[in-house]
Structure formats: C-alpha cells, structure tokens
C-alpha cells in the first residue's frame, strides 16, 4: 500500500490533482480492461466533486461536469473506457445500489469515482484508491492511499 499526504491550495489545484490522477488511472484501467474504484472522502465542500471535474476533463470531456447528487451517478463514455461519477449523499438505501445494478459498472473497463463510499454500508467492493480531502479555510490536506499506483507515482503527483 502506498500513502502520501500534502496540501492544495485553491480550487484549480484540485482541478489539477483530478487531471493528474486520471493520467495515471485511466492508463492503468485500459492496459488491465479493469475497473479502478476511487474512493472520495472527506465533508461537504471539501472538493471531492472538483477532483471529479478535474479527472473528467482530464480525460477530454468538454462539456460540463455535474454533480451526481440527483442521479447517483452520471456515465462518461470514452472509445475504450468509461468514467461513472458516483455521488451517494442522497441515497436513502444501500439496495438501491443493487437495483441499479451497480455490480455492473465495476466489471466494465472504467474508473469509478465514488464520493460518500461510506453510505454504501459495505457494498461496495474495496477501494483500489482512497483519496481523503480536509477542509480549511484557503486550503486542502489530501491523503492518498493506494494498492494500484506506486510510492514513486504519488510522490510525483504530491510534488506537482
Ligand atoms: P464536495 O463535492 O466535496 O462537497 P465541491 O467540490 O462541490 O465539494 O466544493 C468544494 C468547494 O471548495 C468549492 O467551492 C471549491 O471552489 C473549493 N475548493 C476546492 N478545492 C479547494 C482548495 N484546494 N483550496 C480551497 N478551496 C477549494
Ligand atoms: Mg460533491
């Protein structure tokens, strides 16, 4: 397991470690026709859905980036991959998860991005990458931890 922990400071540098990230994910998704889960943690407000903005215009989406809030979850449909943005704040029942066939985007060559994995009460499969984001005034803590990236590759995106 590899972990790092640095602060960012202001909204485009989350933007920015969401586009970082996706450089390293979607490559990694692609090259083993996986699905990477990506763990967003951390209070209202503390950037996990401009992360999501960021990893999905990262991977060349124009268009704009909603927040999943309503829906639980919004697709991104790429040539050989796809990015599902998860946003379980609003979900009332962990089996919804099973009506909506979640199990299905997880066997699919994509990235999962899954902001309040928490409320899933344990049905979810585990994370292949955990990013926790703090909250303080001007700035973020944002701890990374990860059984698929090396401690080589966090330490570059902790250092950009
Ligand atoms: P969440 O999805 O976690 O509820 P959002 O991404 O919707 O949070 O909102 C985060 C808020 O914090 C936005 O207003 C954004 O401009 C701001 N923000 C994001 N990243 C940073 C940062 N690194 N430093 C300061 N403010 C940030
Ligand atoms: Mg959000």
Redesign the pocket.
């Known amino acids: 397991m590899s972990k790092t922990e640095f602060k960012?400071?202001?909204?485009e540098?989350?933007v920015r470690l969401g586009t970082l990230m996706s450089d390293l994910c979607v490559p990694y998704a692609v090259k083993n026709s996986k699905s990477v889960l990506i763990f967003l943690e951390?209070?209202?407000?503390?950037?996990?859905?401009?992360?999501s903005r960021g990893f999905i215009e990262g991977c060349g989406y124009k268009d704009i980036v909603r927040?999943p809030t309503y829906t639980l979850v919004e697709p991104y449909d790429f040539d050989n991959y796809s990015i599902y943005h998860f946003d379980l704040y609003r979900l009332l029942d962990p089996e919804e998860l099973e009506y909506m066939g979640i199990r299905d985007y997880f066997e699919r060559t994509s990235v999962c991005l899954i902001?309040w994995p928490d409320k899933a009460n344990g049905l979810l499969p585990e994370a292949d990458i955990r990013i926790a984001?703090s909250y303080s005034q001007?700035?973020?803590t944002v701890v990374i931890e990860s059984s698929v990236l090396s401690q080589d590759e966090l330490d570059r995106i902790a250092s950009c």
């Open positions: 960012i400071e202001g909204e540098q989350t951390g209070d209202l407000g503390a950037g996990k859905t401009t992360f927040s902001e984001l001007n700035s973020r």
